[in-house]
């Protein structure tokens, strides 16, 4: 099967592009480009902004070399306004602003370059950069929400955590002390206490190396291919969290695909583009076998269809967006659904966990305080013992 551009003029005629295909090139991850300091700031803070005011000026009229010039006289990050600094000289050198884009892979990644060359090759930059401005901007306010929802959980459980190894080291000393002629009939709580205590107060650096030991294991751990796609799918089978994640995923999925298609950008190159930006190795590696079947001339929606993680909803718009060549549109239509259920499901999931924390918060705590007092609720028995 063969995937033409939808026809605007004329939607009836899936047939006919309306926009010059363009040239594939190497994959961006490939490229060596040096890591600017910042970059991650730069990216969730500065380039919406950047690329809004690029599509603004643009649309104005302005040419480009004049609007980076503007531009990098506004920025007050001092970084990026080198990095659009270089940008301009590039293009001044005769270097196409995608070209010049791409040399900066820590700010400009796959899919900001892929659409900006694709708007060069239409001759539609200005639109181009609305679009993803538009794109870039909804995506950091879904990431600020979800970790808005997660703020919370992560405080409760540092509080917790905190509270009881306090306790542990300081509080349970105290009471060693008083019932240090008992130790040897003391309840399995306090005795489990007390050698916690003692374990956290004379070998505290030993442990404190210990863990982060362990976390910086697990880090590099997941960040390997193998790591990486076990977390991923154990992420996809967890309870609650589970559903959300794959929500999102879904939701990053649609959103991107569609800009990359509106944009003109091959589905080749869009599938190996969204199989990086879903975020989640196993739904990128269905995707990149997909994309596999779509070279060999299959429905992407047939492929997408034996796979459970992509629901029936998703499938069948698919479907009809590949039949009228409007898939741009339908996957616009998902995205915006799976959007509103991310945050429904966000808006679901922490009501559930406030309680849940609270509750474990007064079972960590509680634990430590009965095992405390345990012994003086038994002073009778114990001293008859």
């Not at 590039?90 to 892979?105: H, Q, V």
């Not at 080291?169 to 916690?196: A, C, H, N, S």
């Not at 659904?337 to 991310?342: H, P, T, W």
Request: proline residues 6%; charged residues 20%; glycine residues 8%.
């Amino acid at each position: 099967m063969a995937y033409y551009w939808p026809n605007r003029e004329n939607p009836g005629a899936p047939g006919m592009p309306t926009r010059a295909p363009v040239a594939q090139p190497p994959p961006i991850a490939a490229r060596k480009g040096r890591t600017l300091p910042g970059a991650p700031r730069i990216r969730n803070k500065e380039l919406p902004i950047f690329t809004r005011m690029l599509a603004a000026m643009l649309d104005s009229g302005i040419p480009l070399v004049q609007a980076l010039a503007a531009m990098e006289e506004q920025t007050s990050n001092k970084v990026f306004s080198k990095v659009i600094l270089g940008l301009r000289n590039r293009i001044e050198a005769g270097m196409d602003f995608s070209a010049a884009l791409a040399e900066y892979p820590s700010i400009f990644d796959e899919l900001y370059v892929s659409m900006m060359r694709a708007g060069e090759a239409g001759g539609i930059l200005a639109e181009i950069a609305a679009r993803l401005a538009k794109h870039l901007e909804t995506a950091i306010r879904l990431r600020r929400k979800i970790r808005s929802a997660m703020a919370y959980p992560a405080v409760v459980l540092t509080l917790a955590i905190s509270i009881a190894t306090a306790m542990i080291i300081w509080l349970i000393p105290v009471f060693k002390d008083i019932y240090e002629d008992f130790e040897g009939r003391l309840p399995g709580p306090t005795l489990l206490l007390i050698q916690l205590s003692n374990l956290l107060r004379n070998y505290f650096l030993i442990v404190l190396g210990a863990v982060i030991l362990l976390a910086v294991l697990f880090v590099k751990w997941k960040k390997s291919e193998s790591g990486r796609r076990m977390w991923d799918g154990f992420v996809l089978r967890l309870p609650l969290i589970g559903e959300l994640a794959k929500k999102i995923c879904l939701a990053r999925f649609a959103s991107t695909f569609a800009q990359l298609i509106h944009s003109g950008v091959p589905i080749l190159e869009s599938l190996l583009i969204v199989s990086v930006a879903v975020g989640n190795r196993v739904i990128g590696n269905i995707l990149l076998r997909a994309r596999q079947s779509v070279e060999g001339g299959d429905m992407l929606s047939a492929e997408l269809q034996k796979h459970r993680v992509f629901p029936r909803m998703l499938v069948y718009m698919l479907a009809a967006g590949e039949k009228t060549g409007k898939m741009d549109e339908m996957l616009q239509k998902v995205a915006e659904f799976y959007e509103d259920e991310v945050e429904s499901a966000l808006a679901g999931l922490t009501s559930i966990i406030e309680p849940i924390l609270m509750v474990f918060l007064g079972v960590v705590v509680g634990f430590v305080v009965l095992g405390m007092f345990m012994p003086i609720f038994r002073m009778t028995d114990i001293l008859n013992f």
